[in-house]
Nanobody, 116 residues
Framework: QVELVESGGGLVQPGGSLKLSCVAS????????TGWYRQPPGKVRELVAS???????NYADSVKGRFTLSRGDFYNTTYLQMDNLKPSDTAVYSC??????????WGRGTQVTVSS
């Protein structure tokens, strides 16, 4: 079992930046993939960025060149650096982690609002 807690959301103006953090606890060494989804108001959840156990990183086309996914030194923390934010980035951002034993675990999410 892996527990995930996100932080770093908030209100930012267009063009601004935020850095989200996701701290994992529990069986963190069994994580094979982790990353971030987001769910804009009234829309379906979409994958933003992911990283696999071989450190392959993928981004949604809508965030390429603006968002950067990284992991902390001890691999229990995942970061999402978000630059040049747009109103269309407004959403609840949730981190996830996958393990072979228990499947996918989710954090509760953090709200990101981009507005002037």
């Amino acid at each position: 079992q892996v527990e995930l807690v996100e932080s770093g959301g908030g209100l930012v103006q267009p063009g601004g930046s935020l850095k989200l953090s996701c701290v994992a606890s529990g069986n963190v060494f069994s994580i094979t993939a982790t990353g971030w989804y987001r769910q804009p108001p009234g829309k379906v959840r979409e994958l933003v960025a992911s990283i696999t156990e071989n450190n392959r990183i993928n981004y949604a086309d809508s965030v390429k060149g603006r968002f950067t996914l990284s992991r902390g030194d001890f691999y229990n923390t995942t970061y999402l650096q978000m630059d040049n934010l747009k109103p269309s980035d407004t959403a609840v951002y949730s981190c996830y982690a996958v393990t072979r034993a228990t499947g996918i675990s989710w954090g509760r999410g953090t709200q990101v609002t981009v507005s002037s």
